[in-house]
Structures are given as C-alpha cells and as structure tokens.
C-alpha cells in the first residue's frame, strides 16, 4: 500500500461537515506523513522499530538529517502528531474545521520535502548525518550498509 493514498482521504475528511470527519482527517494526515517518513528511513538502511517506538524513532532522526528542509520536515512530524494526538484521544479540545485542513497541509508539506529528500545527493548526505547522529549523539546505531 502507498500510505500517500491517506493524504487524499485525510483532505476528504477534513472537507466534510463534523467534527468527527475533522478530527479523522488529522489523524489519516499525521499517518499518510509518518509512513512515508518510516519507508524513506527504512529505504536508507534504518531498522525503524515497530509500534510506539517508532513514532519517535522517525522524526528525531530526520529532525537531525543536517539538511534544514528535512530537519524542519521531522519537526512539522512530530507537531502533527501531537495535533493527532488530541483529534484521536481529547475529545474536550475542540478541532475546527481550519486546523483539520492546516494538518492536512502540513502533511502534504512533510512529504513533499521527503520525496525531495530520497533523490541523490540529498539521499546519501542525510542517511550520512542520521547514522552519525545515531553513533554520537543517541549512541544507538540502528543504521546497516546495503548487502554487497
């Protein structure tokens, strides 16, 4: 499955007339971002764990990439999941209907700048920056070279 599919059912929902399709569109924008982020450091050489700890897995790495669109890129990730976060679990905060459509924004913004990012040089200069950062600073190289 191409996950950017979520991005076209997020703007969708984020169209629609209740609350509860605007609190659902954030939450399919949030996820439509996220796993192209995960596939993007999975294509690089990264095991991305499963589950919980994935979330912060993708964006602190790519928030340290040492290229400022995808720095900024893992940032907008981790905003958004927070905006995802109350959509999906504070139903006492109201979700207008104009932040439904600026997280849905905010995600398209978040892929473009990844898409952007997968194409060389920018590919080898991040997964460089990522996998020093991972050595240095996190001390946890989950980073592994492509088979011969």
């Known amino acids: 499955m191409d ?3 979520y991005l076209a059912l997020a703007f969708t929902l984020a169209n629609g007339s209740t609350e509860a399709e605007w609190r659902s569109g954030t939450s399919r924008a949030y996820y439509a971002a996220f796993h192209v982020a995960r596939q993007l450091l999975a294509d690089l050489g990264f095991l991305v764990p ?3 700890r994935s979330h912060g897995y993708v964006w602190i790495r790519l928030a340290n990439s040492g290229e400022a669109t995808v720095n900024n890129a893992g ?3 981790n905003a958004l999941r927070g905006h995802r976060n109350r ?3 504070d139903p006492h905060r109201t979700l207008v209907q104009v932040l439904a459509l600026g997280n849905v924004q ?5 892929i473009n700048a990844l898409d952007a990012a997968a194409i ?29």
């Not at 040089?121 to 991040?126: A, C, E, Y």
């Not at 990522?130 to 592994?144: G, N, P, S």
């Open 3 to 5: 996950f950017r599919d």
């Open 120 to 148: 060389e040089p920018v590919r080898s200069q991040i997964t460089a920056a990522m996998r020093d950062y991972e050595r240095d600073v996190l001390k946890d190289v989950t980073w592994q070279p492509p088979p011969p």
């Open 87 to 89: 959509a999906d679990y």
């Open 75 to 77: 940032n907008d990730l």
């Open 50 to 52: 499963r589950v919980d």
């Open 106 to 110: 905010l995600a398209r913004g978040i």
